[in-house]
């Protein structure tokens, strides 16, 4: 078995076992109608056009980064289809759109989910958080408050438009 050989079937085994975790978290910082394992395709897609995973030191680090950029990005691309949708469709095309139970977290930006997500699920440190994210970990913590201080917010809303009844 040759070193190139050996190395390919590490990267497989690596895969293997950090991928449920990555899905996860891929569920969590793509928008729900994104599906998680396109983005985790798409993030491995963009890793081993540069680098092997047995080479990575931290792979599932590396990937969970690459997600989270991908997932901003594609929320940018997505704000401006919005905005120049009235020109593209002003035939009076209609657009459906389907709503969804987990639209709550829809309200959060990828990175504030992605906090939320590995602090809260992962039961992650907000120092571990910050080196896989590549942030600050007080900014890590200043995300994580404001997070789940918007999420209790919307739970909240409809308790209060009822009470109000």
């Known amino acids: 078995m040759t070193d190139s050989d050996s190395r390919e079937r590490q990267s497989y085994q690596t895969f293997d076992r950090i991928y449920p975790d990555l899905r996860r978290f891929a569920a969590v910082v793509a928008d729900v109608d994104v599906d998680p394992d396109d983005l985790v395709h798409d993030a491995l897609i963009q890793v081993l056009e540069r680098v092997s995973i047995a080479e990575l030191r931290d792979p599932d680090a590396y990937l969970r980064r690459v997600m989270l950029n991908l997932s901003i990005d594609n929320r940018r691309r997505r704000a401006v289809f919005r905005r120049i949708r009235p020109k593209l469709f002003s035939s009076g095309a209609h ?3 389907y709503p969804s139970d987990l639209a709550l977290l829809d309200n959060l930006d990828p990175t504030t989910r ?7 699920v992962s039961g992650l440190s907000a120092v571990v958080i910050g080196e896989q994210l590549g942030m ?3 900014t890590v913590r200043k995300r994580l408050s404001r997070g789940r201080q918007e999420l209790r917010r919307l739970v909240d809303l409809p308790l209060q438009i009822s009470k109000e009844k």
């Open 136 to 138: 600050a970990d007080g």
């Open 114 to 120: 992605a906090v939320v997500f590995l602090a809260d």
């Open 95 to 97: 657009l459906d759109h």
